[in-house]
């Protein structure tokens, strides 16, 4: 008896365990079938309005049909049924929204929001728990770059980069001789993409760029509205770009424009958010001709847009992304159910968008949104464990295998604003679409290749001047700059200390390093190791102890005190330590923190070091002989306009290497969860990894690579000219002590 007692136990715990392990979903019997069912629960974040709510619904009854009936064509013995429960994401609030779903066990998956800063909210709580969030329309580059390679976080757009350079290539055929090519955007998480990639491609396709307008995500619609007028009317853009961060602020300047616009209002390129439904309602009569857009739309060649015209969705673009959301949610169900348990929600996920297996062999491309493709891909799953790599109604679902967070490729439509008049006279806007398009020029079914071929890559080829240096080097001095503070700046003081290793790693000494930076984040509250500064790597490269920085930024006075510390001037010992150098020295500085045109930013004071401060300086410096040698490598945004101060001195023997030019920001990388910051930026992690992994390397070696690994902005060099022969030269000469 107490062995049967035993067994029973036994088996109630076994039950337990396997229920469990079905991760809590809610399991009863089909009533028709007898067949057990598995209530997946997937959020849908979305707008809920008349214009949207039929077209997400018509999405799902078509889809769940199918994976009903691919199912019961496998013979399955359990069905899978994704329960999609939606919210309107105009109506709710986010941020308890958010918080209950991402912490919700019964809630396996999140589909949606439809805005980037809507999206922001949700990833930020759901990254804690890894809980699934498939993003139909986030193009947002920086929350792909924040959730990049989290393994929770899937966009099934292409990043706004794409959508800028589209719309910026189709905008230069209206370019008119003398004129320029303006911006107007929120300075939110939408805007963010083309306020800092603007002035890269505007290098890359070599456009003439103009003023930029911005507001904040907090403006009214009277204040978004006066910004667009003072655009509109701006007589030196014959093009203006216009990236609204909804459709509602898509609408109120197409509304502004019929008010206001006239014969010689720029060109207007809008952004994804004015392909919309909402067009429809505008009583659009007059300045049709200067309405044009670029949008994430359907791939033609898939069919579905051919499917829209019989049924009832209204906007085949929208749908398409919303339905490939749908399906890829419900095959990492059945894939979850069907793994036993191996794989989470997320590994499900990207088991299922993955183009390669786990051998890595290349997964048989498949469409994915047809009824009966669909009912053949369930079957084979459930079968056979056969998984495709699929192309869903919006076209191929891939991810860059390491980054997942974005789709390698979207297909855009290129728009133009057009009017119906129907039996009653009464005037109906509508969008006619001209081209679609792609990146790489691959989908197109008109040849606007003329676009293409105004792009030219803005590699500097230098290559510099022989030049006898009769002083040889007897001394090496470095001076290492972080000026900014606050936890969110930790990234800059990280770099200068990782600098710092770099030059002790080659035998420098350390008496001829001076660093300033803000070294208190060691103590501060956010710090997830109290007593340590820690590089993108998650290596610990400063400890409180190790060595003494030399100045944090409230010990100085301002920039000025850097060039004291450079020219030797202790300001009557005020300051500490300062360099001694002559004409054998050669003398690095390596700069991190922010940048405006014409400055590095010092602190939070507003100011900092001008172009026209280091010109005076550099002349100065240079006719003190005071060096043999100078490299200056610059972090900051539009450090090429400083770096301009090398011609603008005339100083020899000097060479300036800048992250950006003159119209560009400079990138961060490496976003760390645990720190909640950025842990690099790009420029300077490329200097160090390009150093350490060939000491060896020339200056015009190293430029090349910068260029070539600095995405996001065109890293300069001045000074060639009079340095020295930079593929025969080499910046160790700086680096290695013992050289």
């Known amino acids: 008896m107490k062995n049967k007692i035993t067994i029973y136990l036994f088996l109630s715990i076994l039950l337990c365990l396997v229920f469990a392990a079905c991760d809590k979903e809610q399991i009863e019997t089909d009533p028709n079938g007898n067949k057990p069912t598995i209530f997946t629960e997937i959020a849908v974040v979305l707008p809920m309005d008349d214009l949207h709510k039929s077209d997400w619904e018509a999405a799902e009854e078509l889809l769940l049909n199918s994976i009903l009936k691919g199912q019961t064509k496998a013979g399955a013995d359990t069905i899978i049924s994704p329960q999609f429960t939606f919210y309107d994401e105009n109506q709710e609030d986010l941020d308890a929204l958010s918080e209950r779903l991402a912490n919700d066990d019964n809630v396996k998956m999140i589909i949606g929001p439809f805005y980037n800063e809507h999206v922001l909210t949700f990833t930020q709580k759901c990254s804690r728990r890894q809980k699934p969030v498939i993003a139909p329309f986030c193009t947002a580059t920086e929350i792909c770059r924040m959730n990049s390679s989290k393994g929770f976080f899937w966009s099934l757009c292409e990043s706004d980069v794409t959508q800028l350079r589209l719309m910026m290539a189709e905008g230069a055929l209206f370019m008119k001789d003398g004129k320029k090519m303006g911006l107007?955007?929120?300075?939110?998480?939408?805007?963010?993409?083309?306020?800092?990639?603007?002035?890269?491609?505007?290098?890359?396709?070599?456009?003439?760029?103009?003023?930029?307008?911005?507001?904040?995500?907090?403006?009214?619609?009277?204040?978004?509205?006066?910004?667009?007028?003072?655009?509109?009317?701006?007589?030196?853009?014959?093009?203006?770009?216009?990236?609204?961060?909804?459709?509602?602020?898509?609408?109120?300047?197409?509304?502004?424009?019929?008010?206001?616009?006239?014969?010689?209002?720029?060109?207007?390129?809008?952004?994804?958010?004015?392909?919309?439904?909402?067009?429809?309602?505008?009583?659009?009569?007059?300045?049709?001709?200067?309405?044009?857009?670029?949008?994430?739309?359907?791939?033609?060649?898939?069919?579905?847009?051919?499917?829209?015209?019989?049924?009832?969705?209204?906007?085949?673009?929208?749908?398409?992304?919303?339905?490939?959301?749908?399906?890829?949610?419900?095959?990492?169900?059945?894939n979850h159910y069907y793994c036993n348990g191996k794989l989470t929600y997320a590994e499900s996920v990207a088991d299922i968008v993955a183009s390669k297996n786990a051998d890595g062999s290349e997964r048989q491309e498949i469409s994915g949104w047809d009824r009966y493709d669909i009912i053949d891909i369930v079957d084979q799953l459930i079968n056979h464990n056969v998984k495709y790599n699929i192309t869903g109604a919006s076209g191929s679902i891939n991810f860059d295998p390491d980054i997942q967070s974005s789709s390698t490729r979207t297909i855009y439509a290129f728009w133009h604003l057009d009017y119906v008049v129907d039996a009653f006279d009464d005037y109906s806007s509508f969008l006619e679409k001209i081209d679609n398009l792609t990146k790489d020029g691959t989908s197109r079914t008109a040849s606007n290749t003329v676009n293409w071929e105004q792009a030219s890559r803005m590699f500097k080829k230098v290559d510099g001047q022989a030049v006898t240096y009769d002083t040889p080097a007897t001394s090496r001095w470095a001076l290492l700059v972080s000026g900014s503070s606050d936890w969110d700046n930790y990234r800059h003081t990280a770099d200068v200390l990782e600098m710092y290793r770099l030059l002790i790693k080659n035998h420098y000494d350390p008496s001829h390093i001076i660093v300033v930076a803000q070294h208190d984040f060691t103590q501060n509250s956010k710090n997830p190791y109290p007593g340590e500064i820690r590089n993108w790597k998650g290596e610990c490269i400063y400890r409180e102890g190790d060595y003494s920085v030399d100045y944090q930024l409230a010990e100085l006075k301002g920039p000025q005190d850097v060039l004291r510390i450079l020219n030797g001037d202790s300001d009557n010992g005020r300051l500490k330590r300062v360099m001694d150098t002559d004409d054998g020295s050669n003398v690095l500085v390596y700069w991190s923190g922010h940048g405006n045109p014409g400055y590095f930013v010092w602190g939070k004071s507003g100011t900092g070091l001008t172009r026209n401060m280091l010109k005076e300086f550099f002349a100065k410096y240079e006719q003190d002989r005071k060096y043999r040698k100078m490299l200056w490598i610059t972090e900051p945004c539009y450090s090429g306009s400083v770096g301009e101060a090398v011609n603008d001195s005339k100083a020899k023997h000097l060479l300036f290497i800048t992250s950006a030019n003159n119209q560009e920001i400079s990138k961060t990388i490496c976003f760390d969860n645990t720190y909640n910051t950025m842990m690099a930026d790009l420029f300077t992690k490329n200097v160090i990894s390009l150093m350490e992994e060939n000491p060896d390397i020339t200056y015009g070696t190293l430029y090349e690579q910068l260029v070539s690994k600095t995405w996001g902005s065109h890293p300069q060099i001045y000074g060639a000219d009079t340095f020295d022969k930079l593929y025969s030269s080499r910046p160790k000469e700086f680096f290695d002590f013992n050289q």
Not at 207 to 221: E, K
Not at 244 to 262: D, F, Q, R, T, V
Not at 287 to 293: A, K, P, S
């Open 184 to 334: 107007i955007a929120s300075s939110g998480a939408t805007g963010a993409t083309y306020l800092n990639w603007i002035g890269y491609e505007a290098s890359e396709l070599n456009v003439n760029l103009g003023d930029i307008y911005q507001y904040s995500p907090q403006a009214t619609d009277a204040e978004i509205e006066e910004t667009f007028v003072k655009a509109l009317q701006d007589t030196t853009i014959s093009v203006l770009l216009c990236a609204p961060a909804s459709e509602e602020e898509a609408m109120l300047m197409l509304s502004a424009n019929e008010k206001y616009g006239h014969a010689g209002s720029p060109k207007l390129m809008f952004s994804g958010w004015a392909y919309s439904l909402q067009i429809r309602k505008l009583d659009y009569q007059q300045h049709l001709d200067n309405v044009y857009g670029i949008s994430p739309t359907a791939d033609p060649a898939r069919g579905f847009e051919l499917f829209v015209y019989t049924s009832d969705i209204l906007n085949s673009s929208h749908t398409s992304l919303v339905y490939d959301a749908m399906e890829i949610a419900s095959l990492a169900s059945i």
